[in-house]
């Protein structure tokens, strides 16, 4: 996984292990302890499993942890992700969509991407994209609609056996 920032600057990238292609997209899992590196910040370990998954359709990334893990579901709103040469490049647009375990959906770094904007010259239809993307995100999370659901749970179910 390599997510950039607008106009190329790297953001997260860390391995993913490749676990197949459905109707939904192509999931990949990350094991806990793999680094997790921020731009030129020094690697985290990942603390858990989880499962994520680049949309057949769509322009976000999602990802799924384990029922000890506060959240659910973090989606990443991006660009329309592609895979080159076994590489995922998205570049992220700053919102987020989120699923607490006790149901509750929210959006994050709303002031984030408002900056942003105007920072760094999101044009007007990726603006557009990135919200109109937000907003499908949130109902489909609300609604509890697959594969934010139990497609997704057992995903992660196989994958951490």
């Not at 057949?56 to 799924?64: E, L, Q, R, T």
């Not at 992220?92 to 699923?99: F, K, N, T």
Request: net charge negative; hydrophobic share 40%.
């Amino acid at each position: 996984m390599r997510f950039t920032k607008w106009g190329g600057r790297l953001h997260w990238f860390y391995p993913l292990e490749p676990l197949g292609e459905d109707r939904h997209g192509r999931w990949f899992g990350a094991r806990a302890g793999i680094p997790v590196q921020r731009g030129e910040e020094p690697p985290v370990i990942q603390p858990h499993d989880v499962v994520t998954l680049i949309p057949a359709a769509g322009c976000w990334i999602a990802s799924f942890n384990p029922d000890h893990v506060e959240l659910s579901a973090y989606i990443d709103v991006t660009t329309r992700p592609e895979i080159v040469d076994g590489v995922i490049h998205a570049v992220d647009l700053d919102l987020d969509v989120i699923r607490r375990r006790d149901g509750s959906v929210a959006v994050l770094d709303e002031d984030e991407f408002a900056d942003h904007q105007a920072r760094y010259g999101y044009p007007a239809p990726v603006v557009a994209q990135a919200r109109a993307t937000t907003d499908d995100l949130v109902a489909l999370l609300t609604r509890a609609v697959q594969p934010f659901e139990t497609e997704a749970r057992r995903r992660l179910a196989a994958f951490t056996r």
